[in-house]
């Protein structure tokens, strides 16, 4: 559940923190105080699109932290899958935000927007007047159906998308026969000739590497036996031979000269030797040539060939094996391109029978989600409501073939028609609860927040709303911002908002009712700014009632 909100420097928010709890959270306050900016704000943490404005003037940058308390072993699962690792059963999800830019931070990880909606997804979901009109998308319906039987069509699904894959697989394998004869001999032509010059030149695995050493030291062979000439020269002109000779002459005065005489012995040793490999060194060197025009004619064939068909012996060999595989299907042509069709409408057939087995299943499913989204929405004070999902059929995809469309009824006489020609914004934020209800049995997502739920709707439509918010809330952490005193009298948790002036300026803050003082607030919604002793009884008695109900749905 979200634990923790903290909000700094966004719009009228100098700085607010708010602790939530299980259950029901209701915020309330006046218009215009910036209930609408704690949201926005959560919505911001979560990867919403977030403009430069919205940070507070005069600060460097605008700060929204939500903090995550996460009990589930499934949702702590899910999390690890996107390496969004709990820590002590934590998770912090945190986004920084400058003029032009922001940064989002999961448990102090920088993450990109893309990874942070992917984890706030097994977190959270926010109800607010676009998520309301979503309701009027085809595709929303049928994500709402396969969420209801999500466990009964999973196999089905994933062999539907493993069907549409080898088809589209087999549509793209048969693009390769779509040219006319004279483009199959063209190429068939040309596959041969790629073919047998790659066989002709045989280039070997690091070749060209030994061909270039043997080219430089070919092409310099002349200097290099000249430069070793002369040191050869050298070494016989400076030899150690008459150093030798008159140390041993002093040696019949000093003895101690006899270590430097063995020294020297061995230098001479050495440079004899040296001078030998020298002179060996330039007979062996090579003044041939025709080695010479062979190395470089080889070296630029080598290189040719792998300047057209690869860097490495093992990249030459890998495109003369894709060309060989093109050759034997140019040469066996018709046979190859009636496989391909075949494949083609076997892989087709296969994707139909998995739509039909998957459309069976939903069509089933839709007629229980559309009884219990009926029975919701009556609940709900939609008299006389009818309520069904309507099957159309798309051309086959990875979700199958069927396109959803709820179709409802919401005045008595009337036929039913798509949700989008005959529901206005309140009736949807209606349905929306109606659905929501329904749903969270299966729905593991722990926190909820509702924004404008209470759109449109009074008295005792309002009370039926309230009642079910409170029972979606045994199952789910709900957070709600509502004006209506029906709604916030079933607060497990009652916040205010509020618009203070502070160094000449306005700001937000948030604090939490006590039970008295959501009592107080109950009544100002009741009666607006002049509060009487009747009005506080019947705020009393509203929160007693609500009590009551709670008391019964635990």
């Not at 047998?196 to 070997?204: F, H, L, M, S």
């Not at 040191?231 to 140390?247: F, R, T, V, Y």
């Not at 995809?397 to 020609?421: C, I, K, S």
């Not at 109606?434 to 299966?442: C, D, G, P, S, W």
Request: hydrophobic content about 35%; some cysteine.
């Amino acid at each position: 559940m979200l634990a923790e909100l903290n909000v700094k420097d966004i719009a009228l928010i100098r700085h607010a923190s708010i602790s939530l709890g299980e259950g029901l959270n209701i915020l309330t306050g006046e218009t215009g105080t910036g209930k609408s900016v704690i949201i926005g704000s959560a919505m911001l943490a979560l990867g919403a699109k977030a403009r430069g404005e919205i940070i507070r003037k005069g600060a460097e940058y605008g700060y929204v932290e939500l903090v995550f308390e996460i009990k589930d072993e499934k949702e702590e699962a899910g999390l690890r899958e996107l390496g969004a690792e709990p820590e002590e059963g934590m998770l912090v999800i945190s986004r920084r935000i400058y003029p032009g830019r922001s940064i989002s931070q999961i448990n102090g990880e920088t993450v990109t927007i893309q990874r942070l909606r992917e984890v706030s997804r097994l977190l959270i979901d926010i109800y607010g007047q676009d998520e309301h009109r979503s309701l009027m998308s085809d595709r929303e319906h049928l994500k709402i159906l396969d969420d209801f039987i999500a466990s009964e069509i999973k196999d089905e699904k994933d062999r539907v998308a493993g069907c549409y894959d080898s088809y589209k697989r087999a549509l793209e394998e048969a693009q390769a026969f779509d040219m006319d004869e004279s483009q199959r001999l063209r190429e068939q032509e040309l596959c041969e000739y790629e073919i047998d010059e790659i066989d002709q030149a045989a280039v070997k695995d690091g070749e060209e590497e030994e061909l270039s050493l043997r080219y430089r030291r070919l092409s310099n062979a002349r200097e290099v036996i000249a430069l070793l000439g002369r040191a050869s020269e050298l070494l016989k002109q400076n030899g150690c031979g008459e150093a030798m000779d008159s140390i041993r002459d002093a040696m019949r005065y000093d003895r101690e000269l006899l270590q430097l005489f063995e020294e020297l012995g061995t230098a001479d040793s050495i440079i004899n030797t040296v001078l030998d490999e020298l002179l060996q060194r330039i007979e062996d060197t090579e003044l041939d040539q025709r080695s010479l025009e062979e190395t470089e004619e080889r070296l630029e064939l080598v290189r040719r060939i792998q300047q057209k068909y690869g860097g490495t012996g093992a990249d030459i060999r890998s495109y003369r094996d894709q060309r060989e595989q093109r050759l034997l299907m140019l040469r066996d042509y018709e046979e190859n391109k009636a496989r391909a069709e075949k494949e083609i409408k076997r892989s087709y057939d296969e994707l139909c029978k998995a739509c039909q087995r998957l459309s069976d299943l939903r069509k089933k499913g839709a007629e229980r989600l559309g009884t219990a989204i009926q029975k919701e929405m009556k609940e709900l004070n939609f008299a006389d409501v009818g309520f069904e999902l309507s099957f159309d059929r798309k051309d086959p995809g990875r979700d199958g073939w069927d396109q959803v469309t709820f179709v409802a009824a919401l005045n008595p006489g009337e036929e039913l028609r798509p949700l989008y020609e005959v529901a206005s914004g309140g009736e949807l934020s209606r349905i929306m609860l109606a659905i929501k209800t329904v749903l969270a049995e299966t729905d593991a997502i722990p926190t909820l927040i509702f924004d404008e739920i209470d759109t449109g709707i009074s008295g005792r439509t309002a009370q039926l709303v309230s009642e079910k918010l409170c029972l979606i809330s045994r199952r789910h952490q709900v957070i709600c911002i509502t004006h209506l005193p029906q709604i916030a009298s079933m607060a497990d948790c009652h916040y205010v908002i509020r618009k203070d002036s502070e160094e000449g300026r306005s700001v937000t803050n948030i604090e939490r009712l006590s039970e008295e003082e959501s009592i107080e607030e109950l009544a100002r919604l009741l009666s607006g700014a002049r509060i009487t002793a009747s009005v506080r009884e019947n705020a009393a008695e509203m929160k007693r009632l609500a009590g009551e109900l709670k008391a019964r749905l635990a």
